[in-house]
T-cell receptor, first 113, second 110 residues
Framework: DSGVTQTPKHLITATGQRVTLRCSPR?????VYWYQQSLDQGLQFLIQ???????AKGNILERFSAQQFPDLHSELNLSSLELGDSALYFC????????????FGQGTRLTVV | GQQLNQSPQSMFIQEGEDVSMNCTSS?????WLWYKQDPGEGPVLLIA?????ELTSNGRLTAQFGITRKDSFLNISASIPSDVGIYFC??????????FGKGITLSVRP
């Protein structure tokens, strides 16, 4: 158990809908990362937050947004969902901003039908 | 931007054999991490490297941070069936993004 908790574990929704994925980082970790993993793309970095503020942005679509709350948990919002958004979404956390180990949750498997 | 290259995409070895995986980058990285992912699970951190030249072991796994800071390798010795999975290298460079390679799928024949 990495100490990073993601909910829900599975999510099935229809195209055009909006979903929210939740992540609780390890105790004491201030940095949260979101990744998308699809079969053909590997682990794609979406966005990083540190202590409530956005620190780095990757290949995140405009339909997606994220935030980190004062209690350090984070949410990833996916809207106007398309079939191609079906993927595993992982959250990872680390103590600092960079140059440190990141620990992953078990992921949320999103299926858009 | 930062990119990490891992090849080949798949490796097939016999149980008991050693295997070595390489990860390269066109830019300098300050941290190198190696992860293993089992089907349906999140990546699990195997080894973290923080200094150029650093050689670190974790059981049958050994990894090194290349002197140029543009590469790293992971060795698995005396492979066993449970070593099967996808091995990712990852690193952080000048920015704070944790970048991943595309991974190598390792198969171990009993």
């Amino acid at each position: 158990d990495s100490g990073v908790t993601q909910t829900p574990k599975h999510l099935i929704t229809a195209t055009g809908q909006r979903v929210t994925l939740r992540c609780s980082p390890r105790s004491g970790d201030l940095s949260v990362y979101w990744y998308q993993q699809s079969l053909d793309q590997g682990l794609q970095f979406l966005i990083q937050y540190y202590n409530g503020e956005e620190r780095a942005k990757g290949n995140i679509l405009e339909r997606f947004s994220a935030q980190q709350f004062p209690d350090l948990h984070s949410e990833l919002n996916l809207s106007s969902l398309e079939l191609g958004d079906s993927a595993l979404y992982f959250c990872a956390s680390s103590v600092e901003i960079k140059n440190t180990e990141a620990f992953f949750g078990q992921g949320t498997r999103l299926t858009v039908v | 931007g930062q990119q990490l290259n891992q090849s080949p995409q798949s490796m097939f070895i016999q149980e008991g054999e050693d295997v070595s995986m390489n990860c390269t980058s066109s830019s300098i990285f300050n941290t190198w991490l190696w992860y293993k992912q089992d089907p349906g699970e999140g990546p699990v951190l195997l080894i973290a490297l923080y200094k150029a030249g650093e050689l670190t072991s974790n059981g049958r796994l050994t990894a090194q941070f290349g002197i140029t800071r543009k590469d790293s390798f992971l060795n698995i010795s005396a492979s066993i069936p449970s070593d099967v999975g996808i091995y990712f290298c990852a690193g952080t460079g000048a920015n704070s993004k944790l970048t991943f390679g595309k991974g190598i799928t390792l198969s171990v024949r009993p």
